[in-house]
């Protein structure tokens, strides 16, 4: 088990440049979860996924948001046209969901500078 | 919208203090969660507490949940360099919504 990963670890882009970011969850984790983290302030939901089935968005999911996973196993987030606003960190968290709480494991995030 | 709040929002303390963080909210919760960051890095999970009045021990570290799971506390005894961070708490509305409401977080500096 080598826990959840994201990448890239760090983006830098212009204003108006789409980007595309990875999560792997934990293997057999069959919930996966989107969170933005701005400078100061805790994490925020975007959205979560179980399996392939996209559950819940959050209101902060713009139009120019978009996640997708296809076969139930990674997850991507992509973010078109983006806006200075949108730099953050992005974090991405999967859990087992075996009952019990929904204990959620977070991976490194990526870190999103729009220039 | 469920909202958590932590205090206090800064905590500056020499080596072998002891300390207490608290999070509160007017929401219940199924569970509550506490997370440690460090900069530039995702949280890393510290423990789950889902019952009213649990209490759960992580080597220095005392967690409690209150008895109406509406709110939570982290207390760490004889502080070490090593505990600063920033403390998240995160509170699970349960059901088939399980994202997590995180509290404004508790940034910790432990010098020696």
């Known amino acids: 088990d080598t826990g959840v990963s994201q990448n890239p670890r760090h983006k830098i882009t212009k204003r108006g440049q789409n980007v595309t970011f990875r999560c792997d969850p934990i293997s057999e984790h069959n919930r996966l979860y989107w969170y933005r983290q701005t400078l100061g302030q805790g994490p925020e939901f975007l959205t979560y996924?179980?399996?392939?089935?996209?559950?819940?968005k959050s209101r902060l999911l713009s139009d120019r948001f978009s996640a997708e996973r296809p076969k139930g196993s990674f997850s991507t987030l992509e973010i078109q046209r983006t806006e200075q606003g949108d730099s953050a960190m992005y974090l991405c968290?999967?859990?087992?969901?075996?009952?019990?709480?929904?204990?959620?494991?977070f991976g490194p995030g990526t870190r999103l500078t729009v220039l | 919208t469920q909202l958590l709040e932590q205090s206090p929002q800064f905590l500056s303390i020499q080596e072998g203090e002891n300390l207490t963080v608290y999070c509160n909210s007017s929401s219940v919760f199924s569970s509550l969660q506490w997370y440690r960051q460090e900069p530039g890095e995702g949280p890393v999970l510290l423990v789950t507490?889902?019952?009213?009045?649990e209490v759960k021990k992580l080597k220095r570290l005392t967690f409690q949940f209150g008895d109406a799971r509406k709110d939570s506390s982290l207390h760490i005894t004889a502080a070490q360099p090593g505990d600063t961070g920033l403390y998240l708490c995160a509170g699970a509305e349960g059901g088939t919504a399980s994202k997590l409401t995180f509290g404004t977080g508790t940034r910790l500096q432990v010098t020696l």
């Open positions: 996924f179980q399996n392939e089935a996209q559950l819940e």
């Open positions: 507490v889902v019952t009213g009045g």
């Open positions: 968290a999967s859990s087992p969901r075996r009952g019990g709480p929904d204990t959620q494991y």
